[in-house]
């Protein structure tokens, strides 16, 4: 099971830290992907890491405005998104899938395991 926190309302150019906290088989064997979906929009890949934590991916926008980490110790894996722009704005997903190896899976069809989702809003 995976539980989303920490979306809410932002003013643009404010910052956000998403939470994905899972629960059930050994966290670390799961390689963990945050997606989102905006209104009328398909759901696309934000950003992936590794079950090991050793290895991430990002959407082309968001890189070097958001930061992927996980700790597998409080089964959490966090989406940190700054300078948050309007398009910014949609319901943002965690989704989990047990890896053999370390990739990092950045498709949503690669993912068995989804959360119900937090929304994030932008405006100015």
């Known amino acids: 099971q995976l539980v989303e926190s920490g979306g809410g309302s932002v003013q643009v150019g404010g910052s956000l830290r998403l939470s994905c906290e899972g629960s059930?088989?050994?966290?670390?064997?799961?390689?963990v992907g945050w997606f989102r979906q905006a209104p009328g929009k398909e759901r696309e890949f934000v950003a992936g890491?590794?079950?090991?934590?050793?290895?991430?991916d990002y959407l082309v926008s968001l890189k070097g405005r958001s930061t992927i980490s996980r700790d597998n110790a409080k089964n959490t894996v966090y989406l940190e998104i700054k300078r948050l722009k309007p398009e910014d704005t949609a319901v943002y997903y965690c989704?989990?899938?047990?890896?053999?190896?370390?990739?990092?899976?950045?498709?949503?069809?690669?993912?068995?395991?989804w959360g119900q989702g937090t929304q994030v809003t932008v405006s100015s």
């Open positions: 989704a989990a899938k047990v890896t053999v190896t370390g990739a990092v899976i950045s498709f949503s069809s690669g993912y068995d395991h």
């Open positions: 890491i590794s079950r090991a934590g050793t290895k991430r």
């Open positions: 059930g088989r050994t966290f670390s064997d799961y390689g």
